[in-house]
């Protein structure tokens, strides 16, 4: 199974940047899609983003035009840059094989505050 060490977020403007990391391993990372997920205090955990082992992405509506996953399989590594970032994007970001359940083990994630 997959482990995952999240990294980047912090407290940001509106409107600012964050590029959020992910090293994961216990896979053989260039044949998984892997999906960024995030939950906001009170809300169940979401799909942000997802990228297959191809490097096809896909972006749930509320960030698409703003976030932009990618891979870099030599570092078995997925980012999630996000830009024009809102106070509604606050939340702790999770990466994990695409398609991850509550079933898989998941990361301790990195905290994204947005605030002015």
């Keep these: 199974q997959v ?7 912090g407290l940001v ?11 994961a391993s216990g896979i053989i990372f260039s044949r998984y899609g892997m999906g960024w997920y995030r939950q906001a205090p ?12 191809g490097s096809s992405t896909n972006y749930a509506d509320s960030v698409k035009g703003r976030f932009t996953i990618s891979r870099d399989n030599a570092k078995n590594t997925v980012y999630l840059q996000m830009d024009r970032l809102k106070p509604e994007d606050t939340a702790v970001y999770y ?7 509550d079933q898989n083990p998941w990361g301790q994630g990195t905290q994204v505050t947005v605030s002015s």
């Design 3 to 9: 482990q995952v060490v999240e990294s980047g977020g």
């Design 13 to 23: 403007q509106p409107g600012g940047s964050l590029r959020l990391s992910c090293a």
């Design 42 to 53: 009170g809300k169940q955990r979401e799909w942000v983003a997802a990228i297959s082992s």
């Design 95 to 101: 990466c994990n094989v695409r398609y991850a359940t």
